[in-house]
């Protein structure tokens, strides 16, 4: 998009933003009503919603490259701290990797998206050990580690290099 002509693409981003916040409450909600987390879990998902949606109200469409960079980097940081306390918001990473390919030139959206991917699966790694233990306790059978490891690091890939070159 450009926004010489579509005077208001902020708002397309927002009004998208919400829904797919709206949408991934009403599935940890659903997600919570069948004991699959704690109930905690889900208001602190709760606060990490409301800092998502916070930030949807300052798109920096018009701003300076600087502010535009420091947007993603907090995007990537809220999203890389939730996935390290074994939170989940992968359906709103690849949004934020969509925002960054309108908000920064395309070298700066490939070395995003490698940093994030890195510290992503990294954080996911991290978490991985309190997520097969909270698994056990709910009795569910889970695959083997590295293999989580891979998916994760694979659909990653493949969703990053979709969204960055279409």
């Not at 606060?47 to 980097?73: D, E, M, Q, V």
């Not at 070395?111 to 309190?130: F, R």
Request: include cysteine.
């Amino acid at each position: 998009m450009n926004p010489e002509t579509n005077p208001r693409p902020s708002i397309r981003f927002r009004y998208l933003e919400w829904t797919l916040i709206i949408v991934s409450l009403l599935i940890d909600w659903i997600d919570s009503s069948f004991h699959v987390f704690p109930q905690e879990t889900l208001l602190i998902k709760l606060g990490f919603y409301c800092a998502f949606t916070g930030l949807s109200f300052i798109f920096p469409a018009n701003c300076p490259p600087w502010r535009k960079r420091g947007y993603i980097f907090l995007e990537m940081l809220l999203i890389i701290s939730a996935k390290t306390m074994g939170l989940d918001f992968d359906l709103l990473l690849f949004l934020f990797i969509a925002k960054s390919c309108y908000l920064l030139k395309r070298k700066e959206v490939v070395a995003t998206v490698i940093i994030t991917g890195i510290a992503y699966n990294l954080s996911q790694a991290w978490s991985l050990p309190s997520l097969l233990q909270r698994l056990h306790s709910h009795q569910v059978e889970f695959y083997d580690p590295k293999r989580v490891v891979l998916q994760g690091v694979g659909g990653y890939l493949g969703a990053s290099i979709l969204t960055v070159f279409s």
